[in-house]
């Protein structure tokens, strides 16, 4: 498939899937119409990297379905400047959307390879503002806070409380939260020692597995 077809199945997907269910922010839909998300799938999945469902990534994990990572990018509400960290980076293509968006993007991922390959896709495409790091980012990453948006891309138990701290006044947390099989996706927003949060739809994630998370027996 060439250039071409791409830009043109990227554009379809945007509209019929994204656009269609309601996601508007421009900043969000250009970076989707932008973000050659075919290369962040293995080469066996190519053909359907634009199809509307998530896709094995290999080790048991999965790249989210392109309309997930709009209505979550979509519910940081980023502007451009922001400091922002990704728990579960995967292959990469979540964190490739925040980094078109945000000023600066921290990705963890527990699983070294996926971390490796993701680091390598990130750099051939040129973008400079993505640190990808191993590691349990249940914890977050108090090196780098305050964030201004955190998202998780993984389904965690409850909210760990360690992420809210580590956001910014005004800072946005967005995180399935729910059981193994089925989590609703929530936002918490710090607003000084006061949390508002709102509950936005229903999501399945791969589980997030580390200390505030689930415990590796109880889900593999
Ligand atoms: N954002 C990814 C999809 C991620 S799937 C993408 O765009 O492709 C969820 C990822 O979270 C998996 O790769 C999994 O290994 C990782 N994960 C699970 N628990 C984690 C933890 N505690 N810290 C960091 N990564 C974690």
């Known amino acids: ?3 071409g077809n791409r830009e043109a199945k990227r554009s379809q997907m945007v509209e019929h899937q994204i ?4 996601v508007q922010d421009r900043l969000v839909l250009d970076a989707m119409r932008k ?3 075919h290369l962040f799938v293995p080469d066996e999945r190519v053909d359907s990297a634009y ?4 896709l094995p990534i290999g080790c048991g994990q999965t790249i989210s379905q392109p309309y997930m990572v709009a209505v979550m990018t979509e519910a940081l509400a980023l502007e451009g400047h922001e400091n922002v960290l990704e728990i579960g980076t995967g292959s990469g293509y979540q964190a490739a959307i925040l980094a078109e968006i945000a000023d600066h993007v921290v990705s963890l991922e527990r699983q070294p390879d996926l971390a490796g390959a993701a680091a390598e896709t990130l750099k051939d495409l040129g973008y400079v503002n993505v640190e990808i790091l ?3 980012g249940s914890k977050g990453y108090p090196e780098r806070a305050p964030y201004d948006g955190i998202v998780v891309t993984a389904g965690a138990p409850d909210m760990p409380h360690v992420l809210i701290e580590q956001l910014a006044d005004g800072g946005r947390l967005v995180i399935p939260v729910g059981n193994s099989f ?3 996706l929530t936002r918490v927003t710090r607003r000084g020692d006061a949390r508002e949060i709102e509950k936005l739809e229903g999501c399945v994630f791969v589980p997030l597995i580390g200390e505030y998370g689930w415990k590796e027996s109880e889900v593999e």
């Open 1 to 3: 498939m060439n250039q």
């Open 19 to 22: 656009q269609s269910r309601g």
């Open 35 to 37: 973000v050659p998300r």
């Open 51 to 54: 199809a509307d469902r998530p």
């Open 134 to 136: 191993v590691g349990d």
């Open 182 to 184: 089925h989590q609703t």
